[in-house]
């Protein structure tokens, strides 16, 4: 990045900075492409300069490049690159790619209900669907910003956070039709994942050791001391107040207070974590990229690996209900069993 000519040293030894920041965070999640940025989150910028184009139906979008999914009530919802949106009405045995108003990469999903859910993603993409995503409406982009977005929660159908890159924190109360912007921290660490726990209490995952903990809905966010100062990428609440976070290099730590305290657990890789869930019979699995599964039958306080033989990354892991799981990432979507991903074959 050259800075113009007559640039103050201070705004010289800054946007050296972002370089190094933006460079960084290109290698370190290379293989999901989750960010490409640049600092600026204005979503007030024109999105009619440049019409944005729909996703292209592809044979083999189901094998492609896939970013999260999300299950509800019986179906399935996947997103991914060049903004494929696949649903599954059968339990992930096929899937069916949508119309998407956007071929920008789509990152995080998140379902109301069986018809309300939206979608994020680059370009400031935000996506809606009010049929259970047979159809989308894009009701934000700004490719000018070349800010993404990382993840959506809704608390409701009008209420929802959207997060993203150098601390964007976007709010909805009208259910996504229009978007406003604040700070929640001093910072502009990028934010990557929200998770709400049963009693209430919102997460935030974000970088530089950065955790982000709300006591009230949102409304305000503390900032709290984590024991790593590398990237966080996934948080997944248990019960109580009782919290694993995860990241970079296989880090994975656990507080019993909501954070305010830490200890960190052995997972037997440097692989990036990516994502986590609890099953119905309190088997924890958290997933990550070069094919890492690591799963806990202790609630979460010792883990065991599991490196799937074909070493390919993923993104994230859904619990379809039935015994069988979700796997999204590299390979694009598939269906898989706890005891596949315990032998390491899924």
């Known amino acids: 990045m050259d800075a113009p000519s007559g640039t103050s040293p201070a705004r010289v030894a800054e946007l050296a900075t972002r370089q190094s920041r933006l460079n960084t965070t290109r290698q370190t999640v290379r293989v999901f492409v989750l960010v490409a940025v640049v600092f600026t989150c204005n979503l007030a910028a024109s999105q009619d300069e440049i019409a944005p184009e729909?996703?292209?139906?592809?044979?083999?979008?189901?094998?492609?490049?896939?970013?999260?999914?999300?299950?509800?009530?019986?179906?399935?919802?996947?997103?991914?690159?060049?903004?494929?949106?696949?649903?599954?009405?059968?339990?992930?045995?096929?899937?069916?790619?949508?119309?998407?108003?956007?071929?920008?990469m789509l990152t995080g999903v998140y379902f109301h209900d069986r018809d309300l859910g939206w979608a994020v993603g680059h370009d400031?993409?935000?996506?809606?669907?009010?049929?259970?995503?047979?159809?989308?409406?894009l009701v934000t982009w700004a490719p000018d910003d070349e800010a993404p977005f990382f993840d959506v929660w809704f608390s409701d159908a009008d209420n929802g956070i959207a997060i993203g890159a150098y601390g964007a924190y976007y709010e909805t109360t009208?259910?996504?039709?229009?978007?406003?912007?604040?700070?929640?921290?001093?910072?502009?660490?990028?934010?990557?994942?929200?998770?709400?726990?049963?009693?209430?209490?919102?997460?935030?995952?974000?970088?530089?050791?950065?955790?982000?903990?709300?006591?009230?809905?949102?409304?305000?966010?503390?900032?709290?001391?984590?024991?790593?100062?590398?990237s966080?990428?996934?948080?997944?609440?248990?019960?109580?107040?009782?919290?694993?976070?995860?990241?970079?290099?296989?880090?994975?730590?656990?507080?019993?207070?909501?954070?305010?305290?830490?200890?960190?657990?052995?997972?037997?890789?440097?692989?990036?974590?990516?994502?986590?869930?609890?099953?119905?019979?309190?088997?924890?699995?958290?997933?990550g990229l070069a094919g890492a599964v690591l799963t806990s039958s202790d609630d979460g306080n010792t883990f065991e690996l599991h490196p799937q033989a074909n070493r390919r990354g993923i993104s994230a892991v859904v619990d379809v209900g039935d015994g069988s799981l979700i796997l999204v990432g590299e390979f694009g979507v598939k269906i898989s069993t706890l005891d596949q991903l315990i032998a390491g074959e899924s």
């Open 54 to 104: 729909p996703a292209i139906v592809a044979r083999l979008a189901a094998k492609t490049l896939a970013l999260d999914a999300v299950a509800v009530e019986g179906a399935l919802v996947a997103v991914g690159e060049r903004g494929h949106v696949l649903v599954s009405e059968d339990g992930g045995e096929s899937w069916h790619q949508q119309a998407s108003p956007t071929r920008t």
């Open 124 to 137: 400031s993409a935000i996506v809606r669907t009010t049929d259970g995503g047979v159809t989308w409406e």
């Open 174 to 230: 009208d259910g996504g039709a229009t978007w406003s912007s604040r700070w929640i921290s001093e910072d502009d660490w990028h934010l990557h994942k929200i998770a709400r726990a049963d009693n209430g209490k919102l997460y935030i995952a974000a970088e530089a050791g950065s955790f982000y903990r709300s006591d009230d809905g949102g409304e305000n966010w503390m900032t709290l001391p984590t024991e790593y100062q590398g």
């Open 232 to 287: 966080y990428f996934g948080v997944l609440p248990l019960e109580g107040d009782s919290v694993l976070l995860f990241g970079l290099r296989g880090h994975l730590f656990r507080s019993d207070d909501a954070g305010e305290s830490w200890q960190e657990l052995d997972t037997g890789t440097v692989a990036m974590l990516t994502d986590g869930l609890r099953l119905d019979d309190g088997t924890i699995v958290i997933v």
